[in-house]
């Protein structure tokens, strides 16, 4: 059993930071597959960052330079950090872990950038 504890949203000004983090439970972190999620209302949650057990990251063109995903496997943590944070950057954001056929998710956060 997977489970995961997102944390480190909030309400931040345009041009601020926030860090989110994803404590995972379990011994299947470190040979997993993670991400970050986000739904904005009205809209579809989408794919923001990936990262694999390798530490090979992936983004979405509209949040490239700004923010960067990374891992502690030692820590059975993920993290993403956002930098330069636009009003379309709110939304609740999900961490996924993906073992095998498997997808776990986290309860979401909300993350709040005001212009």
């Known amino acids: 059993q997977v489970r995961l504890v997102g944390s480190g949203g909030g309400l931040v000004q345009a041009g601020g930071s926030l860090r989110l983090s994803c404590a995972a439970s379990?011994?299947?972190?470190?040979?997993?597959?993670m991400g970050w999620y986000r739904q904005a209302p009205g809209k579809q949650r989408e794919l923001v960052a990936s990262i694999t057990s390798g530490g090979v990251t992936n983004y979405v063109d509209s949040v490239k330079g700004r923010f960067t995903i990374s891992r502690d496997n030692a820590k059975n943590t993920m993290y993403l950090q956002m930098n330069s944070l636009k009003p379309e950057d709110t939304a609740v954001y999900y961490c996924?872990?993906?073992?095998?056929?498997?997808?776990?998710w986290g309860q979401g956060t909300q993350v709040t950038v005001s212009s």
């Open positions: 379990g011994t299947i972190f470190s040979i997993s597959a």
């Open positions: 996924n872990l993906i073992f095998g056929s498997k997808w776990y």
